[in-house]
């Protein structure tokens, strides 16, 4: 637990905190700041306090011993992404799924969901179709739309309350968001960005994999003291298993779950939501995907690259350096800084191949490399490949397929 301490010596009662709180959670009466049960520990008072005589102070220290026995099952939480009134489980989540039995039924316990937001029913009946045992359901119109801060309050009273020992969520922008949070409110580490998930059977310790030093290596980190075992998976690393028609929603335990008041407060006002066009939509989906790298040489290359995308129905991706240079926008990097994808077919243009470029594509089913230099780490990983200058071939390519 962490509390909220008020220096007698250092505090002038000038009531900057009061006015700084956003969840009115301070208030000065008979010479003294008093702190109310509103408190979330955000921090406001501390950094706005002229005099520093607020702190965040934690009870848990370094050697804090937690009885891992206590701690039981693996969770995954999963993700919606609400459009038009309308739950669409992200497809991470099924993938987790997946990979979230296998490491149940290694540690012989029980794989459960956990989901949060509004008008749940389908989302519930669409999960009960997959190998969970337990779906938690949190239905809350507090939860209609994401906000990091509430999210992570509900999420770790639910953990506090049922104590899983394995936490799982998806690399997502909402998920790399909240996650964080959660750990940091359960005193409990997180590996982020995990490419592989496995159990060491004999200690119930998840190793997480993910990579580290810039792509070139590949560690395993574990959280052996603290529970629960956190991790973000990235989208597109694992598969996603089938569902079984045959299942319905009764199979399934389900657990119907309120937060506190607290936990539901937020100095964060949803507004609206902007969907993004197809132009910008999320690569990560796409079947086809035609990538350029800095040998597209500029904003030319890339048309050039946009009309054979347009030509076999896909997709347009970039390498980090043609990002950086401008000639894509950020939402269609491919890589270990970008997105992670996982098309039926990957053309790589103008892409040298480099490790951090690799991560983020080499899990495609068919990759075609077309570069000048025979030597290019990238036909190293590729199925098809053209040694050459893609001005050239793009456009053949392009022409052969429109006709």
């Not at 197809?278 to 800095?294: C, K, L, T, Y």
Request: charged share 25%; with cysteine; glycine share 8%.
């Amino acid at each position: 637990m962490s509390n909220l301490i008020v220096s007698d010596e250092k505090c002038t009662l000038c009531e900057i905190c009061v006015h700084s709180c956003p969840f009115d959670a301070l208030r000065i009466s008979a010479g003294e700041v008093h702190i109310g049960d509103e408190c979330v520990l955000c921090g406001a008072c501390v950094k706005k306090c002229p005099e520093d005589a607020l702190s965040i102070e934690s009870e848990v220290s370094e050697d804090v011993d937690v009885d891992t026995e206590l701690w039981r099952g693996v969770w995954v939480v999963v993700e919606i992404d609400r459009i038009d009134g309308k739950n669409n489980i992200e497809k991470v989540s099924f993938e987790l799924i997946g990979k979230g039995r296998e490491l149940a039924e290694s540690l012989q316990v029980e794989l459960s969901a956990v989901v949060m937001g509004i008008q749940l029913d389908d989302v519930v009946k669409e999960l009960s179709r997959y190998e969970v045992d337990k779906i938690y359901c949190v239905e809350n119109q507090e939860l209609a739309e994401f906000r990091s801060g509430i999210y992570s309050h509900v999420l770790s009273e639910l953990v506090r309350d049922f104590r899983p020992e394995i936490l799982l969520c998806g690399a997502t922008a909402d998920g790399r968001d909240f996650f964080p949070r959660t750990a940091a409110l359960l005193h409990t580490g997180l590996t982020a960005d995990c490419t592989g998930l496995s159990i060491d059977i004999e200690r119930r310790i998840l190793l997480q994999t993910r990579p580290a030093f810039g792509g070139n290596i590949m560690a395993t980190i574990e959280c052996p003291g603290y529970r629960p075992q956190m991790a973000t998976v990235r989208p597109n690393v694992m598969p996603a298993p089938r569902p079984s028609f045959e299942k319905k929603k009764e199979d399934v335990d389900m657990v119907e779950w309120q937060p506190s008041a607290i936990a539901l407060k937020s100095p964060v006002e949803f507004l609206n939501k902007l969907v993004a066009d197809a132009e910008s939509a999320n690569i990560s989906e796409a079947d086809i995907i035609v990538a350029g790298g800095r040998g597209t040489g500029g904003e030319a290359g890339f048309a050039k690259l946009k009309r054979l995308a347009e030509a076999v129905g896909g997709m347009v991706g970039a390498s980090r350096a043609a990002v950086d240079s401008g000639w894509a926008p950020y939402t269609a990097q491919v890589g270990q800084t970008g997105r992670v994808v996982q098309p039926k077919l990957y053309i790589a243009c103008g892409i040298s191949g480099a490790i951090q470029h690799l991560v983020g594509m080499r899990s495609a089913q068919t990759i075609v490399a077309i570069n000048k230099d025979p030597r290019a780490p990238i036909f190293e990983v590729a199925d098809f490949g053209f040694v050459g200058d893609m001005h050239k071939i793009v456009p053949r390519l392009t022409q052969e397929i429109d006709q």
